[in-house]
């Protein structure tokens, strides 16, 4: 094995888990400037609920390490995600490469008529806990897409107002 977030490991994390989950939107703005918002990375903690989003490493594009910190009271989630495709204005991938959290995820920009956009966020994790991850992944499951469709909507809004990027 490599070192974190190395080759081998990031090519294991890539693989995708048994937890799926998808949230769509449709954001009456171009898709270039969606695309601009949701990789203006530190500025997904204005629409993504007690996170805090910072670049460690590269300069957001392709290659680079975007830590989000979720934290509720003391209890905190440190997601480290490495940038691994950036199609402007169409799709950026990661793959989620931290302790916990790990697996692909792509954000899905597909132009509309009227200068509309469909936003698709999809992410395959896998399951911490193995056979009690996999149980426990259905009474998750509606809670983590509840959580993604919400900040996928504060964010089309924020777009929309011109707030983001």
């Known amino acids: 094995m490599t070192a974190p977030g190395g080759s081998d490991e990031l090519r294991e994390a890539a693989q995708p888990g048994a937890g799926e989950v998808t949230a769509t939107v449709i954001v009456d703005a171009p898709a270039e400037r969606v695309f601009a918002a949701f990789t203006a990375w530190e500025r997904q903690s204005e629409w993504i609920p007690f996170t805090r989003v910072r670049v460690v490493e590269g300069d957001g594009g392709e290659g ?60 395959w994790f896998h399951l911490p806990g193995g056979a009690a991850g996999r149980v426990a992944w259905p009474v998750l499951w509606p809670g983590s897409k509840v959580s993604l469709t919400g900040a996928l909507r504060k964010f089309g809004r924020l777009v929309e107002q011109g707030r983001l990027p």
Do not use: F, K, N
Not at 75 to 85: H, T
């Open 64 to 123: 680079s390490l975007i830590e989000a910190v979720t934290a509720i009271g003391p209890a905190a989630l440190r997601d480290e995600m490495r940038v691994v495709r950036v199609d402007a204005p169409y799709e950026v991938g990661v793959v989620h490469c931290g302790r916990l959290l790990r697996g692909p995820g792509v954000l899905r920009c597909t132009p509309m008529r009227g200068d509309r956009t469909q936003v698709v966020w999809h992410e």
